[in-house]
């Protein structure tokens, strides 16, 4: 959404607002090297606010009103529109959705497919062998969705219940009352040039107060991340883990498709210490939605997560599905996959977290909009039954479907550390087991295995030539259709860039510019001497640098409300 936009809707919102300034004092809670600016803003006041409108984010808001129709929801969301910057497989179990919206089958979002047939593969170089599908990842009953364009289904849906639902409003700090206890978010400003002064037509962000404030802000949510770390909710859990998912979405010969048809496979192009595989949904209309996930634990320096999706469209099971078809979008997304372990409290005062913002997604299953959904209804439900009070959704959750199911595969996606065939062995045992095994495995941060340049394996990657589309990590931005005002202060803040030209050049060889799928990040040299430049406006908002980066010093912060990627049923 354009700033001129955005202004209209904040005139807007306080026409149709009591807009006051508080009554009591506010701290905000924002990057330690983003300036505030001392002004007046307007006040927006509901019961809850919840931030995100993804699948979590929406069936929260959805289920709330369905509970007490009185209840004041406003429901804000960063991207320009409802499911811009929402990307994932999607394959989707059905009963949370059935559970939310009983009738739901007679008007289905834009893109739903029942799932037909399974296959599981492991690949080689120039082949294959079909597998048994792993029980976990049956999918009868199950239907393929463009989560993207279901997250837009659903918005209506939540609005005609009487949900407010702000898209192109960042929430860039959270409000905190005198006690700590999180009273609101603060909208980020527009209209601030790149060296922080306010431009002609700057806008203040306004402050919406609300009795309680549910993240859902998806994986690695930049307010969420803070919050753990302010109320130390990450005290008793292991660190989150990452993966990173790249999509695309295509479209060929219709005779070509198998509607319904979903393949998955692991081995190449990823070596036997990476974490990575590959999903291909059938949809209809000879579509075909295709993508890679490599686990950002990997170890290899010069590992490209990119490269790596790119090199299994070659393979000549995918390559001839594709040949001679049109790229109709492409993005890239984080994935959070730490599980049981690595749940953090999900409750503080004030404020909760659910869905990929909490860390519930199942590894295993590929799947989290189901999880997503469930703990959107669960925190629903919890606060009408609580007069609002946040206090015991943690127990709550801890108690629900939502952790038993993650309980019972806790242990699959860690053993992948110890290599591709420990990992194999050990998930059949857990799936034989139903997790009962006496111990569970430990989670440490992705960062951490990142192996120095002279201590790194050097796995052979056994690559193939490439001939697909799109050619580099910038033709993919192009269909990304990402969008950034360039004169904005950059949203990757970087602690130390002296850190990048010296000790992460000799020591990792600058990773940042392999694993970022977007080319933000780029060394360059200008008379003699190198420095890092960051292409922000490239940015399709994965968080993969703030997940990945060695050092801890890049942090992802929100840019203007209604930048970044612009997808297109992904």
């Known amino acids: 959404m354009a700033p001129l936009a955005q202004t209209r809707d904040n005139d807007a919102i306080a026409r149709t607002s009591t807009a006051s300034m508080s009554e009591q004092p506010i701290d905000t809670v924002q990057p330690s090297d983003t300036p505030a600016i001392e002004i007046e803003r307007d006040v927006m006041e509901y019961d809850v606010v919840t931030v995100g409108a993804g699948p979590a984010g929406l069936s929260f808001a959805i289920r709330l009103k369905q509970l007490n129709p009185e209840i004041s929801v406003c429901v804000i969301e960063k991207s320009s529109t409802i499911g811009a910057h929402i990307l994932s497989g999607a394959v989707i179990e059905t009963g949370p959705l059935d559970a939310l919206l ?15 047939d399974d296959e599981f593969w492991l690949l080689t170089k120039t082949g294959g062998r079909k597998l048994p599908v792993p029980p976990g990842m049956n999918n009868h009953g199950n239907v393929i969705v463009s989560l993207g364009a279901m997250c837009a289904w659903l918005a209506p849906q939540a609005e005609a219940l009487g949900v407010e639902i702000y898209p192109g409003f960042a929430a860039a700090e959270t409000l ?26 700057f806008t203040a962000g306004i402050d919406i107060r609300a009795k309680v404030t549910v993240f859902a802000e998806g994986a690695r949510g930049h307010l969420t991340k803070r919050l753990i770390k302010r109320f130390k909710l990450d005290a008793d859990s292991d660190p989150q883990g990452y993966s990173i998912g790249i999509k695309e979405l295509w479209q060929v010969p219709e005779d070509r498709v198998s509607p319904g048809k979903i393949v998955h496979s692991f081995g190449w192009p990823a070596d036997s210490h990476t974490y990575g595989g590959s999903f291909l949904y059938h949809l209809d209309k000879g579509r075909i939605a295709l993508g890679y996930v ?9 590992y490209k997560p990119w490269e790596a999706f790119q090199q299994w469209k070659n393979h000549p099971m995918v390559k001839p599905l594709l040949e001679g078809g049109n790229l109709v979008s492409a993005g890239a997304r984080a994935i959070v996959t730490g599980g049981y372990q690595s749940l953090p409290k999900v409750e503080m005062p004030g404020a909760l977290l659910i869905g990929d913002t909490a860390g519930l997604l199942n ?25 609002l009070a946040a206090e015991g ?9 939502a952790m038993a199911e993650l309980k019972k595969v806790r242990n699959i996606k860690p053993a992948f550390k110890k290599g591709l065939w420990f990992g194999m062995l050990n998930a059949a045992w857990e799936t034989v087991t139903g997790g009962l095994s006496p111990w569970t495995l430990k989670n440490k941060p992705d960062w951490s295995s990142l192996q120095k340049l002279g201590e790194a394996e050097k796995p052979k990657r056994d690559y193939l030539d490439r001939t697909l589309a799109p050619r580099d990590r910038l033709a993919s931005v192009y269909f990304a259709a990402t969008e950034h005002d360039e004169d904005q202060p950059v949203h990757l803040k970087v602690a130390d860039t002296n850190i990048c030209i010296t000790q992460c050049a000799e020591e990792y060889g600058n990773p940042c510019t392999r694993f ?16 890092l430049q960051i292409n922000s406006a490239n940015c399709v908002h994965c968080k993969t640098c703030d997940i990945k980066d060695p050092y801890e010093i890049i942090n992802w912060v929100t840019p203007e409300g209604g930048s970044g990627p612009n997808y297109q049923n992904l």
């Open 294 to 302: 490599s686990g950002l634990d990997y170890r290899d320096p010069d």
């Open 516 to 531: 970022c799928p977007a080319g933000v990040y780029e060394i360059v040299e200008e008379e003699g001497a190198k420095r």
């Open 176 to 201: 905190h009352d005198p006690d700590g206890r999180v009273a609101g978010v603060r909208i980020g400003d527009m209209g601030i040039s790149k060296d922080g002064t306010p431009k002609d037509g």
């Open 393 to 401: 959704f943690d127990a709550k959750l801890r108690a629900s479907d």
């Open 102 to 116: 009983p009738n739901w089958r007679d008007n289905p979002p834009p893109i739903c497919v029942p799932a037909t």
């Open 363 to 387: 590894v295993p299953k590929v799947k989290g909009t189901h999880q997503a959904i469930r703990s959107g209804m669960l925190a629903a439900e919890h606060l009408v039954a609580a007069e």
